[in-house]
């Protein structure tokens, strides 16, 4: 019987999960072409951060978990590098699969490039522009040694092709984010959590922070806090806290304050399905998220997103979004526009919940290809 393709797909961060868990779907359906195994750096290990997206998504359990955890930049990427290259250099795959933009992307991609393995990179060739962003420097990082860039928008093609990518690597196959968003959609409606939404007819808002632009620098934060107060007044807002804002949060007597004031709500980090019901029954959405400012777009909800650039372009000219830095009266306008300006949102391109599918359809050419058995491995 001849060598199945070898797949190892990798996770680390919360945003990994509901990107790597269609296309195992999908792998899984092929189970005659492909064996297909999944790395946990540990990057995040909160069960509230991890644990509760696998048991969501039915993402199969990792066959190994890395334990990483946090650490500085470089002092994280490295420790990946170093406990996943012996993984790599024990299981031989035939290719390494990374998704989106966090430290665990680069620093497997980069093992994988560098022991000869290829490389597939989902959500290639977004691009901010602002290298002061970590995420930035990890996508381009990773596009560059990558060996299939599978990406979400057109524009990104044209942001790889710019950094010299040759265009017979890319692929644009749509989002497996908005995969899952649309195969779960119905069963986070039918998910009551209306205990963490607030009471009465006047809807809410949701607000999601954790960037370090936003969060670590104290000013930064409680002007944030500040525009989101003044919004509460006419909307309740509830606010699912990262970890990493959690300290900010408590490390500020101005913002606790402002939390106490106004009508925001802190709650832990919510599952998958909790998050996507409570977007989805919410008036306003503000994040710095990346992913946010998508499945905003695709529930037609109105995003403010809190930054002064995005790497998702298409959800400001066909969705919902509006970017709006850090400063109350840019944030209060976009809210005042959001009131008044009746937008019809179009969902992006290829957004059709069908991503996963065509990117193991375009995996089982490139194995047959370049994998065991074939002329070219
Ligand atoms: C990471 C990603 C970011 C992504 C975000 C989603 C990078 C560079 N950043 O940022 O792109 O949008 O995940 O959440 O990869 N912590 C916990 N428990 C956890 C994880 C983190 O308490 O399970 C705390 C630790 O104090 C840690 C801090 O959160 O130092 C930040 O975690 P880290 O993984 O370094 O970055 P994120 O801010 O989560």
């Excluded at 990406?151 to 890319?170: D, P």
């Excluded at 899952?180 to 607030?198: F, G, V, W, Y």
């Amino acid at each position: 019987m001849p060598r199945l393709f070898h797949i190892i797909s990798i996770v680390g961060a919360r945003p990994n999960f509901m990107k790597v868990a269609p296309i195992g779907e999908e792998l899984a359906l092929e189970s005659t072409s492909f064996r297909s195994t999944i790395v946990h750096t540990g990057q995040h290990y909160d069960s509230t951060m991890s644990d509760v997206f696998f048991d969501q998504l039915d993402v199969a359990d990792p066959d190994v978990n890395l334990n990483v955890g946090s650490a500085s930049h470089a002092q994280q990427t490295a420790a990946i590098m170093s406990a996943f290259e012996p993984v790599l250099l024990e299981w031989q795959p035939d290719l390494v699969l990374v998704v989106g933009d966090v430290n665990s992307t680069l620093a497997c991609a980069l093992v994988a490039a560098k022991l000869g393995v290829k490389v597939a990179h989902v959500e290639a060739g977004l691009r901010s522009f602002d290298r002061s962003m970590p995420e930035e420097i990890n996508r381009v990082v990773t596009d560059q040694i990558s060996d299939i860039l599978f990406v979400t928008e057109r524009g990104a093609e044209q942001n790889l092709r710019r950094e010299g990518i040759a265009s017979e690597k890319i692929y644009f196959v749509g989002n497996v984010l908005i995969d899952t968003l649309l195969s779960k959609l119905e069963r986070a409606r039918a998910l009551h959590r209306r205990e963490i939404e607030p009471d009465g007819d006047s809807g809410y808002a949701v607000l999601t922070l954790h960037r370090p632009s936003n969060v670590d620098d104290r000013r930064v934060f409680e002007r944030l806090m500040s525009a989101v107060a003044e919004i509460g007044k006419e909307l309740p807002v509830v606010f699912p806290v990262h970890p990493r804002t959690r300290l900010a949060v408590e490390a500020s007597p101005t913002a606790a304050q402002l939390l106490q004031d106004g009508r925001l709500e802190l709650v832990k980090p919510l599952g998958y399905l909790q998050f996507l019901g409570l977007m989805d029954r919410s008036h306003l959405v503000l994040t710095d998220s990346g992913g946010i400012q998508e499945e905003t777009t695709v529930l037609g909800i109105p995003c403010l997103t809190l930054r002064d650039t995005t790497e998702r372009p298409i959800t400001v000219s066909e969705g919902t979004n509006q970017i709006v830095g850090s400063h109350p009266e840019r944030i209060l306008e976009g809210w005042r526009r959001v009131k008044t300006a009746a937008r019809a949102p179009r969902t992006p391109e290829l957004w059709d919940g069908k991503a996963a599918h065509r990117i193991v359809q375009i995996l089982r050419s490139f194995s047959e290809a370049h994998g065991p058995g074939s002329q070219n491995p």
